[in-house]
Structure formats: C-alpha cells, structure tokens
C-alpha cells in the first residue's frame, strides 16, 4: 500500500479512529494487523520474510542473554547477522553478483538469476531488527519477552517500507504505554503528513516527468538540459524521501508514538559532513554505530581513518541499489569526505590568511554554494541508468556549445503550462522550506492563528489542485 492511493485514504482514517476506540491492551494486535495488511497490501507472500526476520531476531535476542559464554552469544549474534543479511543479499544482490561474475567470465557462467521481485522496504527493516540484536550483544538493552509488540516493532506500518530506520530503546517502550487521545497532537499530526503530501505529490511527481524523459535518453539532450534535469532530480528525491518521512512521522505522531527527524534542510549544509549530518539521519547514525564505530572510527591510524570513511560510504552506496552506479555515487562521497580530511589543515591556514572570519555569512555562502555543486554532481551518478550515460552525460555537460532550445523543445513536449506552475512552486518551495519544514516539525512559533489557517489552507489547495495523483511509488521503496 502506498501513501498516495486510495487505499491509504481509507485505510489510515480507519485504523486511527479504531485504535482510540480499543482499549489500551488491544491497540497494540490492531496495529500489528494494520501493519501486515498494509505490506501484504503490495504482495502478501513476501510477508514471510517479515515474519521469518522477527521470529529469528526475538530467538536470538533472548539466546544472547541466556547465554553462559561469550562463544555462545557470538554464535546466537551470528544467526541473526547471517539471517537478515542472507535474506538482503540473497533478494537485492544475487543477481547484481550473478551478472558481475557472467560479465567476467563471459557467456560460460552456468548459474542463472533469480526471478523474484526486490522486497518493498527489505533494506530498511532489515537494518531495524538487526540493530535489536545487536544493541542486546553490546549489552545496551535487555530483550523484550513480548513476542507481539516485537513484532510491531519490526513492521510499524507508517516507517516500514522506508523508515526512519528506529532503533529498539527508542520504539519498542512505546507501544508499552497508554496512549491518550490528544487532539493538539492529532492535529501536529495531521500538518506534517499535509506538508509531506505537498512535497511527494505537487513537487517530486511533477518534476518527475522531466528526469525521467531526460535520464532515459540522455544521448538525445545537451548539456544544459542534463544540468537542468539534474538540479530537479535533487529537488525531487529530496521532496520524495523527505515527504515519506514526514508523512510517517506525522502518522505515528497521530497514533501517539514519536519517530526520529530523518531530515534537517540538507541542501543548506555548508560542507559534506554537515550534509550527511542532515539527510538521512537514521541511515547515517545507524552505519556510524554499527559499522564506522567498530572498524575503529577516527580512534585509528590516520590512514585506517581515512579507510573505514570509505568503506563505510562504499557501502553505503550499494545498500542503496544493486547497481554500479550506486556504488559510484557511494564511493565519491566516501571520497569528498576523505579528502577533506587530507587537505584540512590547508584549508585552514588559507582561510585565516584570507580573513574569513570577518565575513562569516558570506563564506558560509560560498561554501553552501559549493557544497551544493558537489552533491548536484553525485546526484547525477546516483540517478543515471548505468555508467555508460554517465558518460553520455558527461559528454554532453563538457560539449561548450550550449543550445537552450533543448529546454524549450522538453517543455513543449510536456506541457509546459504544467511544467511552469510546478517549477514555480518548486522555487516557493524551496524559499519557504526552512521556516516550513520546522513548523511542521513543531519547531516554529506559530505566526498567527489567521496566518497558520492561511498558509495550510494553500498547501491543501495546492496539494488538491497541482497534485499528481496516482500510484506513483516513492523512489526509496525500491531500495
């Protein structure tokens, strides 16, 4: 089931007004029922993987507390770590492995791939659980003996298919407590999934059309229509993925259960630290803690520092697809941050020499400017069909004769009334965002109870007027 149908329309009204209506001891089946309806909703065999992923977790779980030895914790911590990620590599990967091994040693290869279908969401509640387990082995959190609200904790429909990525110490003791009808927080609910429609359904869906007739051709375009599909591919993944979140933040904020932020207006990061420090959150604490930390972190030699950010950014790039290009993308970025480690203490011997201190917004500016040009750039590798129209595109971006009738010849031929309304309320979007995205958040002093009316008032008339509806999937239920 996705956000944007129908279905969820009907759906979500009905399981909130039931779940205030059971008492308190009943809630918890009827969200796990609403949860698994929800999934099954897409394809309801792949259920097994949920179920499979839970039993073997909650097993493990109390396995390591049971445990005498530290053998005997390993090897339980072991059945878990080998389960969840012999269902991710055996669903998302065996095939992208398979077709690497057959380009190697040409048409002889004998093993064939795998006709199955990419799990919705498997990337996202595989991490989840396996992050149970491990937390229990680190001995940060005791075992739950509740098999049901474990499970809930697993498939907790607003954040299953493409998270924020929760950890236990922060969900699980929820679905524990009471929780009591509060319309002041029904209604904070209620604007953040409003605002998080706005982003996925007037803003990503719109400019969607425009990427994909470019990203799919890319031979057919110049260089400034590839820049220009670029910038809005950034703006629409960025208002796709954040507006998931927002959308299952506000739901679970309905329901009376917090998740964490998993966006803080990333495109105004000054460097690309700061940048992943602000997108994806729950992506970027989860491989700091559970991978970047015990590889050794920066508590190394410098360059095995160096090495354990590149690795982590490597595969961090290939959890988000099965395919080279991400990898690329994940490798640069492992790259960027690398490199600014080498070239730290020149750059700030230059910036004292320069006097920076003196205008720091307007340095700040710059730097968002150029931090903005880097990952405009990665965007490309990340959203580009293979490595070869990377190339294409490349080609095309170089080529110094630039010809603007490309653009016009795009927007003809997709509306370009459409087009232009939407463009324009991609730059409003993105001027209003800051203040916006906070007062959603509930981090924003009102402005006024007329203008608070006004202003929700517009997103709701945009969202029914300019909103392309439909079953258009968000772009993170692929990975």
């Not at 009907?10 to 008492?23: S, W």
């Amino acid at each position: 089931m996705l956000f944007n149908s129908f279905e969820f329309a009907v759906f979500f009204p009905l399981v909130a007004a039931a779940y205030f209506l059971l008492p308190h001891r009943w809630r918890w089946l009827l969200l796990l029922g609403a949860s698994y309806w929800f999934y099954m909703a897409w394809k309801a065999e792949y259920a097994v993987l949920l179920v499979i992923s839970t039993l073997v977790d909650f097993t493990a779980a109390r396995g390591i507390a049971k445990a005498s030895t530290p053998v005997g914790r390993k090897r339980w911590l072991l059945l878990s770590v080998i389960t969840n990620l012999g269902i991710l590599v055996g669903f998302k990967y065996f095939n992208f492995l398979n077709g690497t091994l057959r380009d190697l040693f040409g048409a002889g290869w004998p093993i064939a791939d795998l006709d199955v279908l990419l799990p919705m969401g498997i990337s996202f509640y595989t991490f989840q659980t396996l992050s149970y387990t491990i937390d229990v082995y680190r001995r940060q959190l005791e075992p739950t003996r509740d098999l049901g609200r474990f499970a809930l904790y697993v498939t907790f429909f607003p954040q299953l298919v493409a998270g924020p990525i929760e950890r236990a110490p922060a969900l699980l003791p929820q679905f524990f407590r009471e929780v009591r009808f509060d319309a002041a927080r029904v209604t904070r609910g209620l604007k953040q999934m409003l605002w998080g429609f706005f982003k996925k359904l007037v803003i990503a869906d719109r400019v969607a059309p425009i990427v994909d007739q470019v990203y799919n051709h890319p031979a057919d375009h110049d260089g400034i229509t590839v820049i220009f599909a670029t910038a809005l591919f950034a703006l629409q993944i960025y208002c796709d993925f954040s507006g998931y979140s927002d959308i299952a933040i506000g739901a679970a904020r309905v329901l009376g259960f917090d998740l964490m932020e998993n966006f803080r207006t990333p495109y105004r990061s000054a460097s690309i630290r700061e940048f992943w420090s602000r997108w994806h959150i729950s992506l970027s604490t989860w491989f700091r803690d559970y991978l970047y930390i015990p590889l050794g972190g920066n508590r190394v030699l410098k360059w095995r520092w160096y090495f354990n950010l590149f690795v982590v950014f490597l595969i961090s790039g290939l959890w988000h697809g099965a395919n080279w290009t991400f990898v690329l993308w994940g490798a640069l970025h492992g790259a960027y941050l690398v490199l600014a480690l080498v070239f730290a203490p020149f750059w700030r011997e230059a910036e004292r020499k320069l006097g920076v201190h003196r205008i720091p917004r307007t340095w700040r500016f710059l730097n968002v400017l150029v931090t903005g040009l880097l990952v405009l750039f990665s965007w490309m590798l990340f959203r580009a069909n293979d490595i070869g129209d990377i190339g294409v595109m490349l080609a095309r971006i170089l080529d110094l004769r630039p010809d603007p009738s490309g653009l016009h010849a795009l927007f003809i031929e997709l509306r370009s009334d459409v087009m232009i309304v939407t463009c324009g309320l991609a730059l409003f979007f993105f001027l209003a965002d800051p203040w916006a995205d906070r007062f959603a958040k509930g981090e924003a002093r009102s402005p006024g109870r007329w203008a608070e009316y006004g202003w929700y008032g517009l997103l709701l008339a945009a969202t029914l007027l300019f909103g392309q509806y439909g079953r258009t999937e968000f772009i993170y239920f692929q990975f």
